[in-house]
Each structure stands twice: as C-alpha cells, then as structure tokens.
C-alpha cells in the first residue's frame, strides 16, 4: 500500500471481529509502533495485549473501578463495563513508562507513546486489519492502572482495540487544510 494513500485514508472501525492480527502481523506493528519519534530514545512506550478470556478479566478489572468509584452503579451499568473488552478480538494497552530526564520532560514522553499508538494504527490498517483507540475513564482510573501492573508514574495513553473492520469503511469527511494553516511572519 502506498504509504501517502493510507496516511490519508486510515480511519477507524467501532465494530471490529475475528480474525485478530496475527503474531507476525502483531510483531510487525510493534516494530512500525518502535519507530515513533522519540526525544533521547528514552523508548518510553509498552504495551499489554490483552485477547481470548484475559479481556474478561479486563471487563472484570473495568466493572470493579466503576464500582469503585461509584458504588450506587446499577448491575446494567456495570454489565456494560464488563462488555467493553468484548469489542473486538485483540486489546493492546499502551501506556508510557515515564522516566525522569534532565531535558525530556513527562509530555514528550506521553507524546511519543501517543505516535507510537497511531504508529500501531497506521500499520495494522496497512496490513489489512483495523483498529480504534479508546481511553473513557477506565484509561485514567488508578484501579485499573494497578490491576494491570501498572506503576502511578505510568501512564495509560489508549486501549487499541483490534481486529478485522466488521462491515465496510465509513466515509471519511474532507477538511479545508486552510481553516488549519497560518502563514506566520514576513513571507
Ligand atoms: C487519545 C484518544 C482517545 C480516544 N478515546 C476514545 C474513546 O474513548 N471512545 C471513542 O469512541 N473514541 C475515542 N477516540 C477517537 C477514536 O479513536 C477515533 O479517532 C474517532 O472515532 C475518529 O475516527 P477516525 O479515526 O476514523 O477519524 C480517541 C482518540 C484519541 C486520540
């Protein structure tokens, strides 16, 4: 695929089925992820693949931080939460693992995790699958962050939903790229 052409035509699918990428399919998305730019390549990014009944276990995790933070929720709400990793065959969380750096401050190292999240988009859709980045406040919830390992300096940047567009590409909206750029300066 020509790489312009799916710089601009990636989009993503809420509705996502079997077949999940396959573990050289997985490698090399990782790989394309690796490639993010990268302030003093601190390689802040990692991810936590989560398919098959670990994404119960996820809902699990997500069912209890809701709970948690409001423990009035009706048993419907949380059945939601408990569905959410249900959504597609392959999760990937990604989060940054931030480090102190004497010139890299923790938003360059968010923003890198979040390249190599898109990194992860571009080259699944490129190899035929499809994917949506989610957060909602599962992404944000310190219960979900230690259910997962997670240490407080980390950061969850996204759950990369993954898998195979479940229907057809929807129509992607044209920008005037004018209303976006500004002439600065004496030109
Ligand atoms: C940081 C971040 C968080 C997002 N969180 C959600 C989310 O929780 N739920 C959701 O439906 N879309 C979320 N989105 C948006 C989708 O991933 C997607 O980009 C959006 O639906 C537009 O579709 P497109 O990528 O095809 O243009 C998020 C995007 C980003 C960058």
Known sequence: MD???LLLRRNSSAKLTEPAPTEEALQTMLAAASRAPDHGWIRPWRFLSVRGDARLQLGELFAAAAEKRD???T???LAKFRKQPLRAPLILVVYAQISA???VPEIEQKLTVGCAAQGLLLAAEALGYAG???T???AYDQTVKTGLGLSADDAIIGFI???TRDGGSKLLPELKLEEYLTAWGTQ
Do not use: Q, S, T
């Open 136 to 138: 909602g406040v599962n």
């Open 75 to 77: 048993e419907e709400a």
């Open 161 to 163: 939903y993954l898998g």
């Open 3 to 5: 790489a312009i052409e």
């Open 132 to 134: 949506i980045w989610r």
């Open 71 to 73: 423990p009035e929720l």
């Open 101 to 103: 750096h004497p010139k």
